[in-house]
């Protein structure tokens, strides 16, 4: 009889425990799947040059600003290939439920280092740079304001004030772009810098942080520390970082969520473990006959043992498959509802190989005492038990 047959008629000689188990392990990598989704998304770890581009903000928040000074010497550094200030404008248009985050920025530097997360034809790229009011917006903010290229909207500030004291601010949509990856987020807005900049009240020349692209990522941590050390005594101290980085940072102000599902998840696999492992080494018990008959007729005690192996590696990929693609419908749904609020929520590579690692090891922790009492079971003792 073929090992495989074996393990497949083994597994399947109690439906309901067999069931039990594998919906037990799904559970736990569907919380594992979802949960690291989660994070994965919040740090920007798989967000298209998080890695890559560099930003400077304040060394005592994101809600300090910097002076546009700094962009100048900035420019100067060595590794520095393009860098564009970034000021933060929230406002609405016509409800104040229709809130939007607007970026004022040097158009044609913006353009060169978001081109591998927005994708704008030729035409309204060379519009939006020639147009001093002009406004990039996304197609899925477009769409939903019935906005066409050309048409003038006003915007409502919320923090920002005019020169003329009113918080009214005049753009004309001059492009739309659409997101480099599917899913991605499409109602964010872009603006001239300097258009913005000259109307302002208050806060005139300053920015909310300065992005920079590299000409070598591997020098980019050299040209941090220079950034960083050349404002450390200002008034306006900096901290120089990637997206990514930024983003863990930000996550880290209102909580440690990486901790929070690590801890979540190794409660869960430790609950598992205990359940399936106990399960398992019940089975065996159950089948001490059974293992005394295939000694007899010649098993060895390895083969005894590798069938063993078989019936828990089956249980726990099937249970892992189920969950990861349970998640994986999860967080497909849940991405498409709040791609603009959480960009980036996908299960990655990455989250797929720790979730193929944690399987291996579920299947050597789970099966070590089960496959250990089976090899070693004497032909005597297992035929003399009722």
Wanted: contains cysteine; charged residues 15%; hydrophobic residues 50%.
């Amino acid at each position: 009889m073929r090992m495989s047959t074996l393990v497949a008629r083994n597994a399947l000689r109690n439906p309901v425990r067999l069931v039990l188990m594998v919906a037990c392990i799904a559970i736990a990598f569907l919380i594992f799947g979802v949960l690291s989704a989660v994070g994965a998304a919040f740090r920007m770890e798989d967000q298209p040059g998080a890695h890559e581009r560099v930003m400077i903000v304040n060394r005592n928040g994101l809600q300090q600003t910097l002076p546009i000074a700094y962009l100048a010497d900035i420019r100067q550094q060595p590794n520095v290939a393009a860098a564009t200030p970034v000021r933060l404008a929230i406002a609405y248009w016509r409800e104040p439920k229709d809130v939007l985050s607007a970026v004022m920025v040097d158009p044609a530097i913006y353009l060169t280092l978001s081109e591998d997360s927005a994708v704008v034809s030729a035409e309204d790229r060379a519009r939006f740079v020639a147009t001093r009011d002009g406004l990039l917006v996304g197609q899925a903010l477009a769409t939903r304001n019935g906005w066409k290229r050309g048409d003038l909207v006003t915007l409502q500030s919320l923090n920002d004030l005019r020169t003329d004291g009113t918080r009214s601010w005049s753009f004309r949509v001059a492009g739309i772009y659409r997101a480099a990856k599917p899913g991605g987020p499409e109602l964010a807005v872009a603006g001239h810098y300097d258009y913005f900049n000259d109307a302002l009240l208050t806060g005139r020349d300053r920015a909310n942080w300065i992005m920079v692209q590299g000409r070598d990522v591997t020098a980019n941590d050299a040209m941090a520390r220079a950034i960083d050390a050349s404002y450390a005594n200002s008034a306006a101290a900096t901290r120089t970082q990637s997206e990514a980085a930024l983003g863990r940072a930000f996550l880290s102000q209102i909580g440690d969520v990486v901790l929070i599902i690590r801890l979540v998840v190794g409660a869960a696999f430790l609950v598992i473990l205990c359940i399936v492992g106990n399960t398992l080494i019940f089975m065996v018990g159950e089948r001490t006959r059974e293992i005394g008959v295939l000694k007899t007729l010649g098993f060895s005690g390895g083969r005894v043992a590798r069938i063993v192996v078989g019936e828990v590696a089956l249980i726990t990929l099937a249970g892992a498959a189920v969950g990861m693609s349970l998640a994986l419908l999860i967080v497909t749904a849940v991405a498409s509802a709040t791609k603009d609020m959480l960009p980036g929520l996908a299960i990655g590579p990455t989250t797929l190989g720790i979730a193929a690692l944690l399987a291996g090891g579920l299947v050597l922790l789970t099966g070590l005492l089960p496959v250990v009492k089976a090899a070693r079971l004497d032909i005597v003792t297992a035929l003399g038990r009722v």
